[in-house]
């Protein structure tokens, strides 16, 4: 008897070949984050890649699954998937709550169009959490925040940077060649063309910012607005929107020193802040949410930096698990 | 859909059997609407099953056994979503105001909830959990084993497992 299809989206796709699938999956599993691959690993996975068209195929098949993760809220994604095991089928009343749902408009879709796939298959990547600093092949050093991923195109007309996501302090190189080539960084919001310079991109949720220590960068939106940075200014930008330069932040850099400055900071953002920095989640209660706080903290143990805010402000910390906490009054 | 011919097989085996599939669900679910809607996936799926095979279609030999055999796969399909929903919005309400999705997000959200649900159905509970640290807390493979307390090689072995099935559905 013929097996029934299952009406999935990758059911209606040309089945894969079970040992290309089997293969693949051991290469998804060595490349996941969580496997923390070196360079060499990446290597031999595009070689593995490169090496059939079936390959390729699996590949980008698992990417698009992968990104359906990427997009979801993790404590909503962890509470529905991770429901305990049905043990039998429950005749359980329909779902009366629909109605919460419902509510939805399909204007939506548009908004989750914005996938971080290609964050996966960068060159260049640290774990959150994780800082590190590489030198490019033409000289230039570049400092990596938490949290980053970014590829390079270097070929005879220009030096491209490919900011997928995170924040990066870059110091260019003079080019050695004869013909001097561009140094610039893209990021979903625009380009960033550098002038023999010292500066740090950010690639926000909705903008991108770029900050100016020395020289100056020329920013140009994808709608092709443009505008120079001189150095201590810095600039927030989007797609569509330039915005204006505003005056350099003075700690603007100190996390390439491992160090997180808080400056008369709500508890809101020093915590959004300190959340890029740790695994998990860390919420703030809105009940504490504009408590002020200034001073400096060592990134290295973000655990010591909440103990600190409990001794320093009326709060404490909940940890619900090891990898959720919440900064609640004390 | 090709169920315009008369002598069309699948259209033969719905007029014959519609009736019968549809009283069959309903005394499975004890509710006559969801019968229908589950007696229309029904047919949908053996439409799909069966594209460009008429002569496979017309062979079958016992049509009522094969149509409670695809039939349960759907009814284990509805309760698994409908599960699947309970669990999403009891999430949605314990979670912050402040934190929760936009409502124009939340059908979405859910729509690839399912998506991925149905392909994760079939792993092993402890693959699936060991796939979710790895995939939404950003667990790297020696924390998920120290969290869960199992060896380095059980999780890359989970995590391969997952990766395959999700490739290979039918495998």
């Known amino acids: ?330 | 859909m090709r169920v315009s011919s008369s002598t069309d097989p699948i259209t033969a085996l719905y007029s014959e059997h519609n009736g019968w599939l549809h009283g069959w669900l309903r005394k499975k679910l004890g509710c006559a609407h969801n019968a229908a809607d589950l007696a229309q996936d029904t047919f949908i799926r053996i439409v799909t099953a069966f594209k460009g095979r008429d002569d496979a279609a017309a062979q079958l030999r016992e049509p009522r056994a094969y149509l409670t055999t695809v039939a349960t796969r759907v009814l284990s399909n509805h309760y698994r979503r409908q599960s699947l929903e309970q669990a999403y919005t009891d999430a949605l309400r314990q979670m912050p105001e402040a934190a929760t999705p936009a409502p124009e997000h939340r059908l979405i959200i859910l729509e690839t909830l399912n998506e991925i649900d149905a392909l994760l159905d079939a792993l092993p509970h402890k693959a699936r959990t060991v796939f979710l640290a790895a995939q939404l807390d950003g667990l790297t493979y020696n924390e998920i084993a120290l969290e869960y307390a199992i060896g380095a090689r059980s999780v890359r072995r989970y995590m391969a497992l997952a990766y395959e099935r999700c490739l290979a559905p039918h495998a």
Not at chain 1, 154 to 181: K, S
């Open chain 1, 1 to 330: 008897m013929p097996g029934a299809a299952r009406v999935t989206p990758a059911a209606q796709e040309e089945p894969l070949d079970p040992r290309v699938a089997r293969e693949a999956a051991q290469w998804l599993m060595r490349m996941h984050p969580a496997a923390e691959p070196d360079d060499a690993d990446h290597r031999a996975c595009l070689a593995w890649r490169a090496s059939d068209a079936q390959h390729e195929l699996a590949w980008q098949r698992a990417q698009r699954f992968n990104e359906k993760f990427a997009v979801m809220p993790a404590e909503l994604g962890k509470a529905a998937l991770g429901r305990p095991a049905q043990r039998q089928r429950q005749r359980r009343q329909a779902v009366k709550t629909l109605a919460l749902l419902l509510t939805a408009a399909p204007a939506g879709i548009l908004a989750y169009q914005h996938l971080p796939v290609a964050a996966w298959r960068a060159q260049y990547r640290t774990a959150t959490g994780e800082r590190r600093s590489v030198q490019l092949a033409d000289g230039s050093r570049v400092h990596m925040n938490t949290g980053t991923a970014f590829d390079i195109v270097a070929d005879d007309a220009q030096r491209l940077v490919l900011l997928h996501e995170g924040e990066l302090m870059i110091q260019t190189a003079p080019d050695a060649r004869a013909m001097a080539r561009p140094f610039r960084v893209r990021t979903t919001d625009g380009l960033i063309r550098a002038i023999g310079t010292r500066f740090c991109v950010r690639c926000g949720p909705a903008w991108s910012e770029v900050a100016v220590f020395d020289g100056a960068v020329e920013v140009a939106a994808r709608d092709g607005a443009a505008r120079i940075v001189a150095a201590s200014e810095q600039l927030r930008f989007s797609s569509d929107d330039l915005g204006d330069t505003e005056t350099l932040e003075g700690h603007r850099a100190d996390w390439v020193d491992g160090i997180l400055h808080a400056d008369n900071q709500t508890l809101a953002a020093f915590a959004a802040e300190l959340a890029r920095h740790r695994r998990g989640w860390l919420r703030c209660d809105p009940a504490v949410a504009n408590l002020r706080i200034s001073g400096s903290f060592q990134l290295d143990d973000t655990d010591r930096v909440l103990r600190a805010l409990a001794a320093t402000l009326p709060v404490s910390i909940r940890f619900h698990t090891r990898y959720l906490a919440t900064i609640v009054p004390a």
